[in-house]
DNA sequence: TTGTAGGCGTTATCAG
DNA sequence: CTGATAACGCCTACAA
């Protein structure tokens, strides 16, 4: 603690037992007693240094530490309007997804200075904007992950305070989101590369803007290395859902797949393997994402990785930046994306 | 710190307050004047209903209504110094077992109109305390999640505001600590059933108050089912750790081991499948926790379970209680801990 | 039941 | 450079 164990003169001692002696927390008003001045010198020396004399300065520092004087954030964001606060909404808090996204973003916020305070939309759109207008009074911006509402709410919700959205392209709205193409096309050449000739791709909701731009690499990719690609349809971008689609991947006799998430990867290699299907052997398989866990299956699953806990910080830092910076330009950043190979994927080995 | 000039620009400044000066948000004393009532009246009717007559208070929801009117929250906690408000420290964002925490504490708290505020300690008990001590004015209570800092830090925090420990017991503060004993003995008698006789503990860290007890489970139940218990220490409680523990683990001539966490489990049982060992034909394996990701190894990991979700959520509601029933208990809450059998763990095979 | 007045801890605007 | 003094928006005795 920067508990300082020089003691000022006695009367001033005596003026801090005295101060302490009233209530809980020291205010500017006892820092302002001890030092001998007045509460709003006080409040200068402690938000705009430089607008206060050496002296004076130092004379309130040591009096502050002497009380163990911390602001009060509330009496603060009353006059002023900043909390040094930023709110973060992901759509859910289950998926492994957002995991990374939340660490990125609680981490450069809190080397700022800043204090995270997150909630859950589980999914559903009213819930998103009812938590994202709730937050609003509260915070100085706000962080939508792969936002469920839609592009208006999003737009109005920037009008009001600083709003960086991750995930998804909006219009007018500072956005971060991972640029697909080089990952896909590391990707595809990679299968390419090993004598693949046709692909199949594990699209995901069919909502998600996400998993449209996967499908576009994917196929700009195929083209481009002369690959066969064909989409197949999941009911759902978890585990169970990858395992309900090995079926029609198999129907299609394509011999490499990339899907588009993690979940989705493991749950149709699980499947696969149990029907006695060796990966990478018979057919390799490609995730998207690099979540925790990708690692953990045998073989482990090689994936194109999305630098999600970079996405985080980087909108963390959009964020900040905006808030001090005032207006600032709506441009998106996009982070780039890249192919881990492990395990699931490789050369095609002859049948037999 | 950071401020930037560009704040104290008059022109700058100037702009933005006209700005919102346009539409400020609504107060009680718009709404007053709308409803044609004294502000202190309008303050009743929106925070305790039945204190204003049942015209009055139409009248003023009309109007709020009208106005678009939100409370707003520092005004609110100046006065009061409430905050809906809860703060959740965990030691490591990284580390899954924390998600479900995070996740429990989050739904519960938003079940009941409760903001989560999140930070981290980086494993650090400075950086801990240190982010504890910020929230304490910010929050109206805390959760700690596995603390690093030591008893008496925390009974001075518990002492300013209700903070609830989940994964320690500290004497005289609520905490919320999964029971062992079920889960370590279903899951040594499992084994003991399958014919085991010896069963390696890969322990935590030195420190860890969970580890210790999870020993102590072991050790226990090994007692009962008349198995020979032996205890190997790791480096660390990660993946890497499982693997480097894997040769210690071996060289026991244990047929089943139990492990701290999950993470050792998989990465003892990478490390061993890699030298050619079949599990659980030759040895089982069984983890604890299961966390996100115990499923998705071949053969996926038995474990013993414990219930995180249940833990945040359990503290959540713990906390809300004591913030609305005032004192209350600081008796520690045991939630049950299971056994949940997959592929890792069963008969050991005749070796040939 | 409703109005009056004072206070919560800071910042901001003026004077001096 | 520093000292008064008024906001900031809401809550809460205390009166009426």
């Not at 402690?46 to 004399?53: A, D, Q």
């Not at 859950?120 to 609003?136: H, K, Q, V």
């Not at 197949?232 to 299609?252: I, L, M, N, Q, Y």
Request: net charge neutral; hydrophobic share 40%.
């Amino acid at each position: 603690m920067t508990e300082p164990k020089t003691q000022g003169a006695a009367a001033s001692s005596g003026a801090v037992k005295k101060a302490r002696d009233g209530k809980a927390n020291a205010t500017i008003y006892d820092i302002a007693k001890v030092a001998g001045v007045n509460p709003s010198t006080v409040s200068r020396a402690l938000s705009k240094p430089g607008r206060v004399s050496a002296k004076t300065q130092k004379l309130i520092e040591d009096a502050a530490a002497e009380l163990n004087y911390q602001v009060n954030p509330f009496a603060r964001a009353l006059p002023t309007g900043r909390t040094h606060t930023f709110g973060l909404i992901v759509a859910d808090i289950t998926n492994p997804t957002f995991f990374d996204i939340i660490r990125g973003a609680q981490t450069t916020g809190t080397q700022r200075d800043y204090t995270l305070v997150l909630a859950e939309s589980a999914e559903s759109a009213i819930t998103e904007l009812t938590s994202a207008r709730r937050m609003m009074s509260t915070v100085d911006g706000l962080i939508l992950a792969s936002p469920r509402m839609n592009d208006d709410d999003i737009r109005t919700l920037a009008g009001d305070k600083p709003v960086v959205v991750i995930n998804r392209e909006v219009e007018g709205v500072p956005c971060v989101i991972p640029d697909v193409r080089k990952g896909t096309g590391e990707a595809v050449r990679s299968l390419a590369g090993n004598g693949h000739k046709k692909l199949a791709f594990v699209a995901g909701p069919a909502r998600s803007w996400m998993s449209a731009r996967r499908w576009e690499g994917v196929q700009a990719a195929c083209e481009w290395s002369r690959l066969e690609a064909v989409r197949v349809e999941s009911s759902k971008p978890t585990v169970d859902g990858g395992r309900e689609v090995a079926r029609d991947v198999r129907a299609t006799g394509a011999t490499a797949v990339l899907t588009y998430n993690d979940l989705l990867a493991i749950g149709l290699m699980q499947e696969l393997q149990a029907a006695g299907i060796v990966v990478p052997d018979e057919i390799s398989i490609v995730g998207f994402d690099d979540i925790f866990g990708a690692d953990f299956t045998t073989p482990p699953l090689t994936t194109v990785r999305s630098p999600l806990g970079e996405c985080g910080s980087a909108a963390a830092s959009r964020l900040l930046e905006l808030l001090h910076n005032g207006g600032g330009s709506t441009e998106t950043l996009r982070v780039e994306t890249e192919l881990v190979v492990r395990g699931s994927s490789g050369r095609l080995l002859p049948a037999g």
